[in-house]
């Protein structure tokens, strides 16, 4: 499977940036998929993610703590697309925003099976 993401940009605090990524080379609905995000100097982190729909099980949608209530992931399954909703952006959320997935997996983590290139967000302040 192939990941792109994109939407990336520069923008205030307090504004909003959505973030999609395109799956394509399989069916979404049977990844997990999510975004993580890495800033300069620091280590790569999870920030959102969906398990896959073949199961159900509570818990499959997740957000970091940082991020709850101001980011909601999402997906599209007819366009086999994955969304980051981003409200109230603060300038700590700047960094490479990755989108990953993971074939049959409940949820997420650095082991991905599959990364898009980064897209850049850079929040000021």
């Known amino acids: 499977v192939q990941l792109q993401a994109s939407g990336g940009g520069s923008v205030q605090a307090g504004e909003s940036l959505r973030l999609s990524c395109s799956v394509s080379g399989a069916s979404l609905d049977n990844y997990a998929v999510g975004w993580f995000r890495q800033a300069p100097g620091k280590e790569r982190e999870k920030v959102a993610c969906?398990?896959?729909?073949?199961?159900?099980?509570?818990?499959?949608?997740w957000h970091a703590e940082p991020v709850k209530g101001r980011f909601t992931i999402s997906t599209d399954s007819a366009k086999n697309m994955v969304y980051l909703q981003m409200n109230s952006l603060k300038p700590e959320d700047s960094g490479v925003y990755y989108c990953?997935?993971?074939?049959?997996?409940?949820?997420?983590?650095?082991?991905?099976?599959?990364w898009g290139k980064g897209t850049q967000v850079t929040v000021s302040s």
């Open positions: 969906i398990g896959n729909s073949v199961a159900i099980y509570d818990g499959r949608i």
């Open positions: 990953a997935a993971d074939y049959l997996a409940l949820g997420c983590d650095n082991n991905m099976d599959s």
